[in-house]
């Protein structure tokens, strides 16, 4: 395959380990040009049906039984990821729009993840063992799993559902966003080479087909990363075959920022946490709450790394941000920071001129002078604006973070440890953090949220329980054992 940024990326569905063109294709663009990138196919219901059939009889073979398969076949994944990082990071970069290094950044921690549950055996659980009886458990996968992945992050979030669901023995159908699909294709295409055939599926297209995997009477779980809307929505389809489920919805990240912290030192790491992938992160610090005595200096410094971020197509060597991702997302964003402007906030978002293309450009934008209610503030902008507001009691500051339908991450800077764990402790969030914020995932830490955030865990011990089935057994001994 070409790196040839005009080589059109043709790519087809795997199913059964063969290539589905399906009767239909849509185009794929670049947002930062507008350029179409490549094509993939429109499944139909047909294609979900032969793409969970596949997965079933996968299920049923050496693979749910055999541990030492699985990780030899996680460990190639990584291999594979490893070998075609360069070709997967410019393609992932024309249809995401993130820079190339970025993009890098995620095949990495996709074979880091890989890699992590290749090196990762079974360990026993023993709930009793007496004189009277023996109580263990005994795990099994759940089955055929739909893995639903958003277009922010596609391949870090596919892979922290992807390494532990073929961990535990499941065979799975990929779903990847209608504007990132052509990344997912191309890697699914080089794992089948690595994989039982029906291991790994994967349907593409609109909500329609995502909507019939939920609701796919064969599918024994789903795991979806999205917006609460569409969260709730993949919720109430679910229920009627009584699907076990993961939601990563949406969230609006608190950080707060004490009296005692250095201005200097942290406003690098917070622009860092708010403006990845141009905002468009669940977990960035979308609202920034700063105390009186240092938020002057903290909003000066904020705004000049803002000016200072050069924003340009994701494949030029000198860009720090690229476009946001699509045309909806633009449109809100720009609606929210007119809002914000009529209101009479003000909205730093000056600095170099933005590239001469017609993309879905942005500029980072310093947010101040919002009343705690603003639309900017109470809802996830996901995008690449920051609103700071000042406090003077901390208990205010942790009140206006907690006042949130959502609970995904949550942190407190300072220079005092020990306060800034007593602070965070207080915040309604699943994932808390002191002096850093939405850490690259972590194969060994959970992730998940609470309140409108969704609910269950990837990675770590808990993401595995996500994907497996604990059955109880209980071996009474003999009696003549008993004595």
């Not at 961990?167 to 997912?184: D, E, F, H, Q, S």
């Not at 002057?296 to 050069?310: F, I, M, S, Y």
């Not at 949220?449 to 089935?469: M, N, P, Q, R, V």
Request: glycine letters at 8%; hydrophobic letters at 45%.
């Amino acid at each position: 395959m070409s790196n040839n940024e005009s080589q059109m990326q043709d790519l087809h569905n795997i199913s059964a380990g063969k290539h589905v063109r399906g009767s239909s294709a849509y185009s794929v663009f670049n947002p930062a040009t507008l350029e179409i990138v490549g094509h993939a196919p429109l499944s139909t219901a047909s294609d979900l049906d032969e793409a969970v059939t596949s997965a079933t009889m996968a299920l049923k073979g050496q693979w749910s039984r055999d541990e030492a398969l699985r990780r030899e076949a996680l460990a190639a994944c990584a291999d594979i990821l490893d070998r075609h990082v360069d070709e997967l990071a410019r393609l992932l970069s024309l249809e995401q729009g993130k820079p190339v290094v970025s993009a890098a950044g995620e095949l990495r921690i996709a074979s880091r993840i890989c890699r992590h549950y290749a090196a990762r055996t079974t360990r026993s659980e023993i709930i009793r063992d007496t004189n009277a009886d023996r109580v263990t458990v005994l795990r099994a996968p759940v089955g055929v799993v739909g893995l639903i992945v958003p277009w922010n992050f596609p391949i870090t979030i596919l892979f922290m559902k992807l390494g532990p669901a073929m961990w535990c023995g499941n065979t799975v159908i990929i779903k990847p966003a209608p504007t990132t699909p052509l990344t997912t294709l191309r890697l699914a295409e080089l794992f089948s080479a690595a994989l039982p055939t029906g291991v790994l599926n994967t349907i593409t297209g609109e909500g329609d087909i995502g909507e019939a995997l939920v609701a796919h009477p064969e599918v024994a779980k789903i795991s979806f990363t999205g917006s609460t809307a569409t969260g709730r929505r993949v919720m109430q389809s679910a229920a009627s075959t009584l699907k076990r489920l993961t939601l990563e919805l949406g969230g609006n990240d608190a950080a707060i920022v004490l009296e005692d912290a250095d201005p200097d030192l942290v406003a690098p790491r917070l622009f860092a946490s708010a403006f990845t992938n141009a905002g468009q992160l669940c977990a960035a610090v979308k609202r920034l709450y700063v105390h009186r005595r240092i938020y002057p200096q903290l909003v000066e410094n904020l705004q000049r790394l803002a000016r200072e971020t050069k924003v340009g197509i994701g494949t030029a060597a000198t860009t720090k941000m690229g476009p946001v991702n699509n045309r909806m997302q633009f449109d809100r964003i720009r609606g929210l920071v007119d809002e914000a402007r009529a209101a009479g906030a003000k909205v730093c978002d000056d600095g170099e001129a933005l590239p001469d293309l017609p993309g879905y450009f942005l500029r980072p934008a310093i947010v101040t002078g919002l009343a705690a209610d603003a639309r900017l503030v109470v809802e996830e902008q996901f995008g690449p604006i920051l609103p700071v507001l000042p406090f003077t009691e901390t208990e205010d500051a942790i009140a206006q973070a907690n006042a949130s339908e959502f609970g995904l991450g949550g942190s407190v800077w300072s220079n005092d440890p020990q306060r800034a764990i007593d602070v965070a402790a207080g915040l309604e969030a699943g994932s808390l953090y002191v002096n850093s914020h939405a850490i690259p995932p972590d194969p060994e830490i959970p992730f998940g949220g609470i309140k409108a955030s969704g609910f269950g865990y990837e990675l770590g011990d808990w993401g595995i329980d996500e994907f497996g089935i604990r059955r109880v057994m209980r071996v009474e001994h003999p009696a003549e054992a008993k004595s």
